[in-house]
């Protein structure tokens, strides 16, 4: 191909008509269909066509390329003018006119055409009308919309004073539009966009200076859809002049817009919004909306407040509810004030209403105001890119490529912000539930937060394992060191734990060996029966309270036959003070007291005797209740000594009291057997000396069981000091106390209420026992008589029944 | 799914209210209207703490056999009042919650617009969105 030199203004048009015909975006190819399209417009006879597309070789390749299609306008033109149409023609013909598209329907076309060459060629060729105002555009409703539109939007750009167009209402022009143009992001390219530029000038309170320095020459492309309407706020005729330059190339473009949209089925295009995405600012557009947020705040960084943008919106004469409709779509973090993105937003939706087009229901992408603040370029030298611009433009920007002139990261922000705002309803929403979390009656949407601070609603794993601490815990209560310390906060549970836990219970469990918590293997207990105590509570109390734990705990392995309770302090402090007195307070526990939970025994006693709360309580008011009679444990043989010795020297109930209560608090099996046995002899010596003290005995025994033996009990507790103070008393308990092992002074006097508890309850029992076994007796015996007085009876009857 | 949400000025006139189409519309009128007697009640009851203690949600303002009647007070004295119907027994008094959470949220978005003046009908869309998406889907 020949080397094609095009003027200027031919290399406006050539490059819009390539858009327009570019379907495809592709910038590279035009496409077949418009391009033919485009001939026929041409009114040139089908042949000439034909002979054109063999000259530019599009035959040949098969397509429209740029040249080829540059070259094939270029003969066009040549063939409108009349000239034969040569190759070398396209090179020597000067001054040819732009070629002639004219659409069926409108011969507007032609005058945009020459609107267009106008400029740039001399408009005696063409029929050179100027196109009405926009004003009179409604006149030609008849004619298509987009007619009526391309009249409207290149009559401006013709006039002297583009700025100064009819304040006509938006509604009204863009009626035809609206059919059509449901949605303005559908393939609005070919919208000549007059560029809502000028008109934003009246905009401002009439600084033409600035306005017209600011006046965005839109090229138009894209966006707003058609901004045929250059809405004027104010007329600007110092403007104009300034227009002129830029005007022309965006009329050119919006002419060629004009002329390529007519031509083609505009419903279609609108579809294909692919390559076009109508909302986007141009540069001018921004630029121009920058120079305006300045008028209004200076700092470009900083907000508009509601009250000063609503005056100035409120200038371009919009409904007030279209008006806050469009605040809502650009006041983006609903702040009541605008950013310059928010502003620029704002701005170009108004402009985009002026033109006629609607208010989208949420804000365009490319209107989102961007996550990064983009430097607000200088305004592209429009003057030299006109072409590349218009060319870009006309591709009117599909989104791959943006526009040269904003930062290369905005589409994808662009992209990303879509996204956040549709986030932003999730985020609402969470922001709602975390708002409403305040009360706590969302207690089903929301976890009880685990707040430390709040009391834990929810069972807490405890530790299961024992650790070094734990361990040393129980070294020291081994060595009873401190006793108090280790053990007190045992105790305290227990004591709390005592109702509930079964204190009767007869499981000699071992608990774990853990101080503070969990079940640990009774391996580590047996090691430290003296702990088993403390660990029983602090099992029990632990079962209770965390119904999670995983194991219950193991069985305890049977009691160790010695004693495993330690003596109170003071027990031993006392024996070992007055080894040979009997104190009040001082007893020496029974090697053989089973170990037991000393706890919640303890207390048992305490629920069962609340008689003798007060005794039973006092540790040391137990303890000497249980000493005296653990001798007889210890060494029966001098129980039956003193026995048989201290029957007779004291009352009969208080020595049989003692007894008994000395032997119901035994514990051990052996030794309560022994015990019985011993009671029982003692009971039949009793008998044989006094009968009717025996059956007295056996018959107050019958009436309150218990409380007898609580007043023996008490009774002991005041016979204590006499009882105790038998020399063989007090050698027994010095025996038991000698036979005592060493005992943790850990154990605190809990357990010994406890045991203290448990011994009064066997001694009980075992009165009760004894109790019974007389009279299962005494009721034998006395059916044996009734027998044989019924024996008699018969044998005396007389035989009058026969 | 409220049948019927309305928004009542401080001065108890309605500023936005709107109702399933299918019923008489009328009727849900009247039943914001007669609640208006019971969010005062309910606000004097409050009163007399301060207002920042004040609960915003004032609950079930009353049931009738039919729907049920929540209530919402700002801080200005706005109320939301919110028909539900009886039938739907799976709402919680949670979701009513944040439903008006939802209202009062865009009831401020509508007043941070400068071109809406307080006190003029809400006709904003996207108030008109967010209630939509809390009406009952009636088919």
């Not at chain 1, 008393?729 to 508890?757: E, H, N, Y």
């Not at chain 2, 209210?17 to 009128?29: A, M």
Request: hydrophobic residues 30%; proline residues 9%.
């Amino acid at each position: 191909m020949e080397g094609l030199t095009l003027s200027e203004a031919e290399q406006r048009y050539y490059c819009d008509l390539f858009s327009y015909c570019d379907t495809e975006s592709t910038k590279k190819v035009a496409s077949n269909g418009r391009v033919l399209e485009l001939f026929r417009a041409a009114q040139l006879p089908a042949d000439v066509v034909m002979q054109i597309m063999e000259l530019c070789g599009a035959t040949r390749l098969g397509y429209f390329g740029r040249s080829q299609f540059y070259i094939a306008l270029k003969l066009v033109a040549v063939a409108q003018s009349g000239l034969p149409l040569r190759v070398e023609s396209l090179n020597t013909v000067k001054d040819l006119p732009l070629p002639r598209f004219v659409v069926s329907k409108n011969e507007q076309e032609s005058r945009h055409t020459a609107s267009y060459a106008s400029d740039a060629d001399n408009p005696a060729s063409y029929s050179g009308v100027i196109p009405p105002p926009p004003g009179r555009v409604q006149a030609k409703k008849g004619s298509v919309s987009h007619d009526a539109v391309q009249q409207r939007t290149s009559t401006d750009q013709e006039s002297t004073s583009p700025v100064v167009s009819p304040q006509q209402s938006p509604p009204t022009s863009p009626h035809t539009w609206r059919k059509h143009n449901r949605h303005p992001s559908g393939g609005n390219n070919e919208r000549p966009l007059a560029g809502p530029g000028p008109f934003w000038a009246p905009f401002s309170e009439a600084q033409p200076g600035s306005s017209a320095a600011g006046d965005p020459i839109w090229s138009g492309h894209s966006p707003p859809p058609h901004q045929e309407n250059w809405v004027s706020f104010a007329d600007t005729p110092p403007t104009s002049t300034l227009l002129a330059m830029h005007p022309a190339s965006v009329q050119d473009q919006t002419t060629v817009r004009t002329v390529a949209s007519a031509t083609t089925a505009n419903e279609i295009r609108r579809q294909s919004s692919s390559y076009d995405d109508p909302w986007k600012i141009t540069d001018e557009q921004r630029q121009y909306y920058v120079n305006q947020f300045k008028t209004i705040q200076p700092d470009l960084n900083g907000f508009i407040p509601g009250s000063a943008a609503k005056e100035f919106f409120t200038k371009s004469k919009l409904p007030i509810l279209e008006l806050s409709h469009i605040w809502e779509l650009s006041d983006f973090d609903k702040d009541g004030a605008l950013t310059l993105d928010e502003f620029c937003a704002a701005f170009h939706l108004v402009v985009a209403r002026k033109n006629g087009y609607d208010l989208p229901e949420k804000l365009p992408e490319s209107l989102m105001p961007k996550l990064i603040d983009l430097e607000d370029s200088a305004v592209v030298p429009v003057v030299s890119e006109v072409g590349d611009q218009a060319g870009e433009v006309g591709y009117s920007s599909s989104p791959a490529e943006a526009p040269p002139s904003k930062s290369p990261s905005m589409p994808s922000l662009n992209q990303t912000w879509p996204e956040l705002n549709q986030s932003s309803e999730q985020w609402e929403t969470f922001s709602e539930r975390s708002s409403s979390s305040q009360t706590l009656t969302q207690f089903d949407s929301n976890i009880a937060p685990a707040d430390p601070d709040t009391a834990i609603v929810h069972p807490v794993p405890i530790r299961m394992t024992p650790s070094k601490i734990h361990m040393q815990e129980m070294e020291l209560k081994r060595t009873g060191s401190d006793h108090a310390n280790p053990t007190s906060p045992l105790l305290v549970k227990p004591a709390d734990l005592s109702e509930e836990n079964k204190i009767s219970s007869s499981v000699k469990f071992v608990p774990g060996n853990t101080v503070a918590d969990g079940y640990s293997s009774s391996d580590s207990y047996t090691s430290d029966p003296e702990q088993i105590g403390s660990t029983v509570t602090r099992q029990r109390s632990h079962s209770g309270t965390s119904p999670d734990n995983a194991a219950p705990p193991p069985p305890p392995p049977r009691p160790h036959p010695s004693h495993s309770r330690s003596s109170s302090l003071d027990m031993n402090r006392s024996f070992t003070v007055t080894p040979g007195q009997q104190q009040a307070g001082v007893v020496a526990y029974p090697p053989a007291v089973p170990p037991r939970p000393q706890p919640s025994q303890g207390t048992g006693p305490h629920v069962h005797r609340p008689v003798d709360a007060e005794g039973l309580i006092a540790h040391t008011s137990t303890s000497p209740q249980q000493i005296p009679e653990q001798p007889n444990f210890a060494d029966f043989s001098q129980f039956e000594a003193f026995a048989a010795s201290g029957v007779n020297e004291e009352e009969e109930d208080e020595i049989e009291t003692h007894p008994d209560v000395l032997q119901a608090e035994k514990p051990s099996d052996s030794a309560s057997s022994l015990r019985a046995a011993k009671t029982e002899g003692r009971v039949e010596d009793k008998a044989a000396t006094s009968v009717p003290n025996n059956t007295g005995k056996g018959t107050t025994p019958l009436a309150p069981p218990p409380k007898p033996i609580r007043r023996r009990l008490k009774s002991e507790d005041e016979l204590r000091p006499e009882v105790e103070e038998h020399a063989q008393k007090t050698g027994v308990i010095a025996a038991v106390l000698a036979s005592q092992p060493s005992i943790p002074r850990s154990v605190g006097k809990d357990k010994k209420a406890i045991q203290a508890s448990i011994r009064r309850n066997k001694e009980t029992n075992t009165v009760l026992a004894r109790l019974n076994s007389e009279l299962q007796q005494q009721l034998k015996d006395v059916l044996e008589e009734r027998i044989s007085l019924e024996v008699q009876l018969e044998q005396l009857r007389p035989f009058s029944h026969l | 799914m409220a049948v019927c949400i309305a928004v009542i000025a401080k001065e108890n006139y309605p500023l936005y209210i709107r109702s399933v189409p299918t019923e008489n519309e009328l009727k849900f009128h009247y039943t914001v209207h007669t609640s208006l007697d019971v969010v005062d009640e309910k606000i004097s009851a409050m009163g007399k703490a301060l207002v920042d203690q004040r609960e915003l949600y004032l609950g079930l303002l009353y049931p009738t056999e039919d729907y049920k009647v929540y209530g919402y007070v700002t801080n200005s004295k706005v109320k939301f009042v919110m028909v539900v119907d009886s039938s739907n027994t799976a709402l919680r008094d949670n979701e009513i919650r944040s439903m008006f959470r939802k209202l009062h949220n865009s009831y401020t978005d509508i007043m941070c617009n400068p071109f809406y003046n307080p006190g003029d009908c809400i006709h904003s869309r996207a108030f008109d969105n967010m209630v939509t998406s809390m009406m009952m889907q009636v088919c």
